[in-house]
Each structure stands twice: as structure tokens, then as C-alpha cells.
Nanobody, 115 residues
Framework: QVQLVESGGGLVQAGGSLRLACAASGSIYRINDIGWYRQAPGKQRELVAVITRGCGTNYAESVKGRFTISRDSAKNAVYLQMNSHEPKDTAVYYC?????????WGQGTQVTVSS
């Protein structure tokens, strides 16, 4: 089992920055990929960014150049630095981890961008 707890969401103005954090616990040694998804009202959940065990990264086109994902293995944490926010970034952001063929999710954290 893997437990994921997100923090760092909130209200931000367009053009501003936020940093999300995801703390992992449990069978963390089994985690391969870990990353962030988001779900806006009335829309499907979508990939934002993912980082592999070897620190390879993949980003959604909509966030490239604005968001940066990083992983701190010593702290069992993954971060999402979000800059130059746009109103379309408003969503619930979820941390997600892949471990031995299973997908784990955090409870989500709300990010609201005001124009």
C-alpha cells in the first residue's frame, strides 16, 4: 500500500505561483512513476506532469515552460512548482503513484486561479 497526501493548494491570481507538495508513505520503495493530475469542473482528469524513478519527466503541453515537477527521494516527496498561472489551471490537483501495476491517488488539493 502507498499513501499520498497533497498540500499547497489555494487561491492565486493569474500570473502568480504556487508550489504543491505530495508526501508519500507506506511501500514507497515500490513506486516507479509519480506525478500530478488535475480535474476541472465538468472535465475529465488529465495528466499534468510525471517523474519516473530515474527522474525522467513528462509534461502536458498546456503546462510546459510554466510548471516544474521534482522528486526528493530522501524526503519521499514530489513537488510541482507552478508559475505564470492562468485561469484555466483552476482544478483539483491529485498526486498519483504507480507501484507494481497499481495506481494510488491522494485526496486532492484545490487550486483556484483568479483573473
Amino acid at each position: 500500500q502507498v499513501q499520498l497526501v497533497e498540500s499547497g493548494g489555494g487561491l492565486v491570481q493569474a500570473g502568480g505561483s504556487l508550489r504543491l507538495a505530495c508526501a508519500a508513505s507506506g511501500s514507497i520503495y515500490r513506486i516507479n512513476d509519480i506525478g500530478w493530475y488535475r480535474q476541472a469542473p465538468g472535465k475529465q482528469r488529465e495528466l499534468v506532469a510525471v517523474i519516473t524513478r530515474g527522474c525522467g519527466t513528462n509534461y502536458a503541453e498546456s503546462v510546459k515552460g510554466r510548471f516544474t515537477i521534482s522528486r526528493d527521494s530522501a524526503k519521499n516527496a514530489v513537488y510541482l512548482q507552478m508559475n505564470s498561472h492562468e485561469p484555466k489551471d483552476t482544478a483539483v490537483y491529485y498526486c498519483s503513484a504507480q507501484a507494481i501495476g497499481l495506481t494510488y491517488w491522494g485526496q486532492g488539493t484545490q487550486v483556484t486561479v483568479s483573473s
